[in-house]
């Protein structure tokens, strides 16, 4: 028999991370089978594409920090002279040579100049930085931006009264930071001459660290539990461990707005360009120590609702008339109180139950919903997962087949159960498939399984309705002779080509003739090329990058994908695809239907049993086990003045006001923008209800109901005041992400530096204290927006690298679409932790450094983590007995490049260094697949790809740089 393909492992058409220059591939160490996002086939290097490659490239030498675009350094051991665009940063010392310092971990203090002196640079004097003490200084009314955080750091100025970014403690307020004057150098440089073009190292301690923020928000706001009593105050960071009490407002791990505090009028929030959005996590998980939200059963009559708008009963709803009618928070309307929920009022006016009734007294909670509230007015039956394994030649060849129905086996043990329920409610069903379908009966009286084969891919039916979806105890000796026999039936199989719509639409029929909703799980090889509904071409062409169709790259090559999609919705049909492709499978085509019905992408590139095992079985576990709300519904109302106008997520809409989610589990957000409608009242605020309609893993209808109430100003400083940086990080990658779907990428990149340098000149010009115009301010609160900016424009989606596939862009897109802020925080600003700067017997984790090549020692080690990648970064002078406690090994040459298991030694440091990565992994939603890279080595391109704050191989600029950008943008705008 002929095979049609290539029965040999194809090399993927290009890499799949930062892979090192061709130059290089021949040097020593191997590299391990993992990319950024997927995997390589073992001793084989990531392939460059040959028009991007980068040959002849030497690993650099970890010497000085390298300089920013567009500046020469001076010869070395030679003074630095200060830039000639204007005067120094504070943090800038200058005249006498500077040191090059190869291995530093934080530079060493500029010296303090005394008071009143006066700097000069080549251009003259430099102008005055105001301190508190200077005449002149005006305070701001309660500071510049509003109590900080906590005490702030001095972020290295060399002046002694000079201001800092944000407010100190204390009760005299201070200005905002200033970067000072085009001292910030403007990125083109081109105007000057040669000799001019040298400029002096900016102090990286003298800008705003991430780090840094992170650590005073913990210690400020770490120790007290966050009680949500308050209307419009800001939570906790995501980064910060914190407990939630409820009185009357959503936890923050179920909303997080981009601020608390609205303006009152459209004019106002179109003069600040600050998105006014809302991150909503409905069936988030919450830490063992808080408990679920109640669930109030209030019978046959259902939820009381107003009858005008339909918001829910909540605790800002007003009764009046002695408790005899409400008012609606929402609209207004006044509503008569059932007779059985009548109550009377206190002498202020609040029931005397309130704090008896969840929906009275806190900001979430559940009702169960009446038979009104399910399709065709009866009540759901127990939803039911479907699993749909490839079974062609590269799945069988790559042993993925034996080892999934050998997890398969336990896995089923641990359906999600409701409550104390002794098993699981779900029924489970098995198909397998190729080039046709084949469906098995499993039903318990049978000795053995049966198969029937549906070859008429054109026009899919369920060739069998009883046996096909059973109960996994009543049935289990019949399923375990299935999964047994599956890998064993298929084992000679040279047939290469499979279908992929054909075999959604058949586990959607099975669904739709069960009555009940589902979830199908679809573990996929290849891009489905047999003649069938859905084919598809390889249309993977790196050529368009940068140009107007590079928008193609990101859109699905037909629409039958979205129409299957909506056909799933309908029917509650959930698909989660498990894709091991060992070349390009058009991703973005294939994740249309997870991406419509609430569904999860996971993909393992050149998939290998031995090494990509634990990642995929711990994927998958968590996959199966975790709750899902099935055939779901939600609608976000707001009070009058404000209303919801656009949804980022993992779902579909038929209509403006409706969010379809055939399935929603505690991972998934839907990001929800606002925009007025009229104008808002200072003293009564605004109010967001969120209304989640679902049906429970045992079948039961349910709402979950969250409640938020917020701020409205009149004063441009109260909305700076009351933001919250990652949320809107959060938001802007969203609208980023969606926005190169129709517009070229360099179009969305111009549009989020514009927005940010209109929230920031909007700033300076309204709320911050008269400077010289050469100064940067930034507001206290959103002081990191440049820094996690430049992070979100230097992404593989918005700048890709030459190794980064078109499939890779497109996976990362719909990951980041459905995120959390917790997720976005560390994706885009991965976590670097040192490793032997701690003293071993510490229990907590380091504290990490900023994600610089800087701040790297090479007498130490690091772990990095991003939610998706984890690296160890070993340097070259670590010593040896520390190479010997975690690797086994007397030497550093003698560790293996790209390991990716640490040997299970008895010491004190291999103990703490795997326990920390295990911590590090019980933390993040997909398991992270740990990379040991040594400095010097080609891994280590890789690696730096991580390094944020650096300038990428891909042509985004270094944080520094982009502070420089940004300051002239803002200038620009206020000029």
């Given at each position: ?23 290089l591939a021949s040097a020593s160490g191997s590299f391990p089978n993992s990319g950024l996002y997927g995997s390589y086939p073992q ?98 009314q309660n500071g510049s931006f509003g109590p900080a955080r906590g005490p702030q750091p001095n972020y290295g100025s060399p002046y ?467 709750v899902v709300g099935f055939d779901a519904v939600m609608r976000v109302r707001t009070s009058t003045g404000i209303r919801a106008v ?330």
């Amino acid at each position: 028999m002929q095979i049609s393909g290539a029965v040999a492992p194809a090399p993927p058409s290009s890499g799949l991370g930062y892979g090192p220059p061709t130059s290089l591939a021949s040097a020593s160490g191997s590299f391990p089978n993992s990319g950024l996002y997927g995997s390589y086939p073992q001793g084989q290097a990531p392939p460059l594409s040959q028009a991007q490659g980068h040959p002849g490239i030497q690993t650099p030498q970890r010497s000085a920090p390298s300089q920013a675009s567009g500046f020469t350094p001076p010869a070395s051991g030679g003074p630095r002279l200060p830039s000639m665009t204007g005067p120094l940063l504070p943090g800038q010392s200058f005249g006498g040579p500077s040191v090059s310092q190869p291995n530093h971990v934080s530079s060493p203090p500029p010296q303090a100049l005394p008071p009143g002196t006066q700097m000069t640079g080549p251009l003259g004097p430099l102008p005055p930085m105001h301190s508190p003490q200077q005449p002149g200084y005006q305070p701001q009314q309660n500071g510049s931006f509003g109590p900080a955080r906590g005490p702030q750091p001095n972020y290295g100025s060399p002046y002694p009264a000079a201001p800092t970014f944000g407010s100190q403690s204390g009760p005299q307020p201070l200005p905002p930071k200033r970067l000072d004057p085009d001292a910030i150098p403007s990125p083109q440089l081109s105007e000057l001459p040669p000799q001019q073009k040298t400029r002096h190292r900016i102090d990286p301690d003298a800008i705003p660290s991430p780090i840094q923020v992170i650590e005073d928000d913990r210690n400020n706001r770490g120790t007290e539990p966050f009680v949500t009593g308050v209307r419009g105050q800001v939570p906790p960071l995501v980064t910060t461990n914190f407990l939630v009490k409820d009185q009357g407002n959503a936890s923050p791990r179920y909303i997080r707005c981009t601020s608390y505090n609205i303006p009152c009028t459209s004019d106002m929030a179109k003069q600040a360009q600050v998105p006014l959005a809302a991150v909503i996590k409905p069936l988030a998980r919450l830490p063992p120590e808080e408990a679920s939200p109640y669930v109030v059963d209030h019978g046959e009559s259902g939820p009381l609702r107003c009858n005008r708008c339909k918001a829910y009963m909540c605790p800002f709803m007003q009764f009046i008339e002695g408790g005899r009618r409400f008012q609606c928070c929402f609209c207004s309307c006044i509503n008569d109180v059932p007779p059985q929920y009548f109550q009377h009022l206190d002498h202020t006016g609040k029931r005397v139950d309130a704090y008896d009734r969840p929906e009275l007294s806190l900001g979430s909670y559940e009702f169960l919903a009446t038979v009104d509230y399910c399709k065709n007015n009866k009540f759901p039956s127990p939803p039911a997962f479907i699993f749909m394994i490839d079974v062609s030649y590269n799945a069988i060849r790559t042993g993925l087949v034996r080892l999934l129905c050998e997890e398969l086996k336990s896995l089923l043990d641990f359906l999600p159960r409701e409550g104390g329920a002794e098993e699981s409610a779900i029924r489970v069903g098995f198909v397998t498939y190729n080039k046709v379908l084949h469906f098995y009966n499993v039903k318990s009286s049978l000795a053995q399984p049966q198969m029937m084969v549906v070859s008429d891919v054109a026009d899919m039916f369920v060739p069998l309705l009883d046996g096909f979806l059973v109960n996994v105890n009543e049935s289990r000796a019949v399923i375990t002779s299935l999964l047994d026999q599956i890998p064993e039936m298929f084992a000679d199989t040279r047939e290469t080509e499979t279908v992929f719509v054909p075999v959604i639409q058949a586990g959607m029929e099975a669904l739709k003739a069960a009555e009940c909703a589902g979830k199908l799980f679809l573990f996929h090889t290849s891009l489905p090329i047999a003649e069938a509904p859905g084919k598809l071409k390889n249309r993977d062409d790196r050529k368009l990058i940068n140009t107007d169709k590079e928008k193609t790259l990101f859109q699905p090559q037909t629409g039958a994908y979205q129409t299957l999609a909506k056909e799933c919705v309908a029917q509650g049909c959930c698909v989660d695809l498990f894709l091991f492709p060992n070349q390009y499978v058009d991703v973005a085509t294939l994740s249309v239907v997870p991406q419509l019905t609430g569904g999860s992408v996971y993909k393992y590139a050149c998939f290998q049993v031995e090494n990509d095992q634990e990642r995929f079985l711990s994927d998958l576990r968590r996959d199966v086990q975790k709750v899902v709300g099935f055939d779901a519904v939600m609608r976000v109302r707001t009070s009058t003045g404000i209303r919801a106008v656009d949804f980022f997520g993992a779902f579909y809409m038929s209509n403006t006001t409706d969010v379809e989610l055939a399935g929603l589990d505690g991972d998934k957000t839907v990001t929800v923008e606002f925009k007025h409608d009229d104008r808002l009242n200072e003293e009564s605020g605004a109010l967001l209800q969120c209304a989640l309609l679902y049906t429970s893993c045992a079948g039961q209808r349910r709402l979950r109901i969250h409640n938020l109430a917020l701020n409205c100003c009149t004063q441009l400083a109260d909305l700076y005041r009351n933001c919250e940086t990652d949320t809107l990080i959060n938001y802007m990658a969203k609208f980023a992400y969606r926005g190169v779907l129709n517009s070229p990428v360099k179009a969305v990149r111009d549009t989020l530096i514009t927005q940010c340098a209109q929230i920031l000149a909007c700033y300076r010009k309204n709320c911050a204290s008269p400077s010289s115009a050469g100064q940067l301010i930034l507001p206290e609160c959103m002081k990191l927006l440049p820094v996690y900016l430049n992070c979100v424009l230097k992404s593989d989606v918005l700048q890709p690298g030459a190794e980064i596939t078109t499939d890779d862009r497109a996976y990362v897109r719909q990951l980041v679409t459905s995120m959390d802020v917790a997720e976005t925080n560390v994706f885009f600003y991965p976590r670097l932790l040192p490793l032997t700067k701690s003293p071993i017997e510490s229990t907590t984790e380091p504290p990490a450094v900023r994600a610089s090549e800087e701040r790297l020692s090479n007498g130490d080690m690091y772990l990095l983590e991003n939610g998706l990648n984890l690296f160890l970064w070993v340097g070259a002078s670590v010593q040896q007995g520390v190479v010997q406690s975690l690797f086994s090994v007397s030497s550093f040459s003698q560790i293996t490049s790209g390991l990716s298991v640490l040997p299970v030694l008895d010491n004190p440091l291999s103990k703490k260094v795997r326990g920390l990565i295990d911590s590090l992994r019980a933390q993040r939603s997909r398991y992270m697949k740990l990379i040991v890279v040594k400095q010097e080595d080609k891994l280590e391109m890789l690696f730096k790809h991580f390094l944020v704050e650096d300038k990428s191989l891909s042509g985004g600029a270094s944080y520094v740089d982009f502070l420089c950008h940004m300051h002239k943008e803002i200038r620009q705008l206020l000029s």
